[in-house]
C-alpha cells in the first residue's frame, strides 16, 4: 500500500526534529520509506503567532492498516517530545497521515485524506514534488491541480 505522511516541526532543532523522525519512521516493521520531499520552511498555518515550520512529505510502502500506522506515528511523536496542549500550537514534531491508497475513512480516530490537505500550501508544495499527478479520492483532483489553484 502507499501512503503519505506530512512531517513538521517548530520548536527545537526543526530540521534534526524531522530527521529523527523520518529514522524512527524508516526502522518501522512492515514498512519502507520510498522517497523524502525537500524539507521546506514555512509559514505556520491557522495559529500564526508562532515559529515558522520545517515540513517535508514521506512516500511509504506499508502493509500496516491505516489505524495501525496511526498509533505508530503517535508513538514516535510522543518518543520525540510532542506534547499536546493546544490545537495547532507550537510542537517539536507532527506526523500525519495524508493520503493512504485511495482509502476513504473517518473516525473520531482518523480522516483519510487528510481532510485540510488540498488547502495547505505547505502539503501541496510537497506532495507537488513526489506525486504530482495524484488523484485525490473524494475531490477526485491532482495534487498539481490543488497546488495550482493555491499560488
Known amino acids: 500500500m502507499s501512503c503519505y505522511l506530512g512531517i513538521g516541526s517548530n ?28 524539507i521546506i520552511t514555512t509559514k505556520p498555518f491557522g495559529k500564526i503567532n508562532q515559529p515558522d515550520f ?8 506499508t502493509e500496516v492498516s491505516p489505524t495501525s500506522l496511526l498509533k505508530r506515528c503517535l508513538e514516535i511523536e510522543e518518543q520525540l517530545g510532542r506534547i499536546r496542549k493546544e490545537k ?9 497521515i495524508l493520503l493512504y491508497n485511495d482509502e476513504v475513512i473517518k473516525t473520531k480516530s482518523l480522516i483519510l485524506p487528510h481532510p485540510g490537505l488540498h488547502k495547505r500550501e505547505f502539503v501541496l508544495i510537497s506532495l507537488n514534488e513526489l506525486c ?15 497546488y495550482r489553484e493555491i499560488k
Open 11 to 38: 520548536l527545537g532543532k526543526k530540521a534534526v526534529n524531522i530527521r529523527k523522525a523520518i529514522d524512527l519512521i524508516s526502522k518501522l516493521p512492515k514498512l519502507k520509506v520510498i522517497r523524502t520531499s525537500t
Open 54 to 61: 520545517k515540513n517535508c512529505v514521506l512516500e511509504l510502502k
Open 88 to 96: 495547532w500550537g507550537p510542537r517539536i514534531i507532527d506526523i500525519d
Open 132 to 146: 504530482p499527478d495524484l488523484i485525490h479520492p473524494i475531490l477526485k483532483k491532482s495534487i498539481k491541480d490543488f
